[in-house]
């Protein structure tokens, strides 16, 4: 019973992860095309409801659950192990705080989204361009870690 409920809950997790992964990478890149917009023009409009059912219907809920499943991953494997000692090791710590860095990058990103909908966007697209790349780079340690180390 346990381990097919920990079955559920990786694949739950690992399909929240791609669907936050998705949002992540692509935001950015509409940042980026919204610094070209003219203000209240068609594209901008467009972008802005792009920007928002992005964040509010995939992002938000995607990252939600990929804590929750990560959580409850964590529970299930420290009842699997016997013992919450074996979340205490650097490659844990290690996991834990790339994932919250991630989820701090949502959140600059949840800001930036904000200045576009009210038209206060003060940074450039070359500024977006770089934040796109931080969550693959992310992304990478975080599944090397989980991967890796952590197996």
Not at 93 to 115: N, P
Request: charged share 15%; hydrophobic share 60%; glycine share 6%.
């Amino acid at each position: 019973m346990i381990l097919a409920a920990y079955d559920w809950l990786r694949a739950l997790h690992i399909l929240s992860v791609i669907a936050w992964m998705a949002g992540l990478l692509y935001l950015p890149r509409l940042f980026v095309y919204h610094c070209g917009a003219i203000p209240g023009g068609e594209l901008d409009e467009t972008l802005k409801l792009q920007e928002q059912r992005l964040l509010k219907i995939i992002m938000n809920p995607a990252m939600i659950a990929t804590w929750v499943f990560g959580l409850l991953l964590i529970w299930s494997n420290a009842e699997r192990a016997g013992g919450w000692s074996v979340f205490l090791s650097f490659a844990w710590f290690g996991k834990f705080a790339l994932v919250s860095i991630m989820s701090g990058l949502h959140h600059v990103l949840a800001l930036r989204y904000k200045r576009f909908q009210a038209g206060t966007n003060e940074w450039s697209d070359r500024r977006y361009r770089i934040l796109n790349e931080l969550p693959f780079v992310l992304a990478i340690l975080i599944v090397i870690i989980a991967v890796v180390a952590l197996h």
